[in-house]
């Protein structure tokens, strides 16, 4: 009789366990930014851009636009339907330029949001931030999940009404 207990109660641990893996969001995947053009430019002289949709375009609903553009008469037109081209494709005849457009866009749209809210955790000056070394980009991975279920209601209030060039809702 005990051991029946006992495997009940096991199976029923067991199911719960199941049930809040079950609910938790799937696990966040960090995408490399590496463009093919900075390559040619010569090697690398800080790691690679690893950074999160989820958290961005998700969690705090940054619309795709305000990252991904095709401009047809000023307008931009882009959409998911639309492939997605490396930035250098249009951007960057030199490294410099090329540079210039990734940190603009990302670094712009943090540099603001700082501006509103100083505590708000957006990379700026901490380049190790952003230029994520391969070796720590599960541990990352990791830390923002667990983020993700703490969102800062300030930060998502200043993102639905920025107004920055090239952000678009
Ligand atoms: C908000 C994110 C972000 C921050 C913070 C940031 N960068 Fe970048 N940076 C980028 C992105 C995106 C690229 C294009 C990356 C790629 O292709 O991997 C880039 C590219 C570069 C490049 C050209 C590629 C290379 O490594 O030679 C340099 C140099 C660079 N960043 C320096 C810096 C320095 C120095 C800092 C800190 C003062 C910094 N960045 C902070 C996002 C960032
Ligand atoms: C914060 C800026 C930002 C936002 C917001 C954003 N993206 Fe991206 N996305 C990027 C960058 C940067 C890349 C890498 C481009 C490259 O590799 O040249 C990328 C790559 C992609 C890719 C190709 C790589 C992959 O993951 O398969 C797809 C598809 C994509 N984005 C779709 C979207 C869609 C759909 C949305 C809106 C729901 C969105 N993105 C929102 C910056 C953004
Ligand atoms: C329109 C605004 C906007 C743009 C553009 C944008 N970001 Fe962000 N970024 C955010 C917000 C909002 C957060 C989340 C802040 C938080 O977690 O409280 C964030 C957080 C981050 C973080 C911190 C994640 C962490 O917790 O360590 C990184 C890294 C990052 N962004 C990289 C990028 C890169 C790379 C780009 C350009 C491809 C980019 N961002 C473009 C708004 C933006
Ligand atoms: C199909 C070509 C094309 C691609 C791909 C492209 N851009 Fe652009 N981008 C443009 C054009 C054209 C403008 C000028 C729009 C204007 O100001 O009228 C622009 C403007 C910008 C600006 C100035 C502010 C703004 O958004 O208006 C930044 C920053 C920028 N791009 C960064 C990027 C980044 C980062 C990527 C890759 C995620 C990218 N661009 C991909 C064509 C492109």
Redesign the pocket.
């Known amino acids: 009789m005990r051991k029946y207990y006992f495997i009940l109660l096991i199976s029923a641990i067991v199911l719960i366990v199941v049930q809040v893996y079950a609910q938790q969001k799937p696990p966040v995947e960090l995408l490399e930014?590496r463009d093919s053009k900075f390559e040619q430019f010569g090697p690398y002289r800080h790691p690679p851009?690893w950074?999160?949709h989820e958290?961005?375009a998700e969690?705090?609903q940054?619309t795709c636009n305000?990252?991904h553009h095709l401009y047809k008469n000023g307008q931009n037109i882009w959409t998911p339907k639309r492939e997605v081209q490396e930035c250098s494709d249009c951007h960057g005849k030199t490294k410099q330029e090329l540079t210039i457009a990734?940190h603009m866009?990302?670094w712009?749209?943090?540099k603001r949001?700082k501006e509103i809210y100083l505590p708000?955790?957006?990379?700026t000056i901490e380049c190790d931030?952003?230029h994520i070394e391969k070796t720590k980009v599960s541990k990352?991975e990791k830390?923002?999940q667990k983020?993700l279920r703490h969102k800062?209601k300030k930060?998502e209030e200043i993102?639905k009404h920025?107004k920055i060039k090239g952000?678009y809702r």
Do not use: N
Not at 120 to 123: L, N, Q, R, S
């Open positions: 930014i851009v950074f999160s958290l961005h969690e705090y940054v305000s990252c990734y866009k990302c712009g749209c943090h949001i708000a955790d957006v990379p931030r952003c990352e830390r923002i983020k800062q930060v993102i920025l952000f």
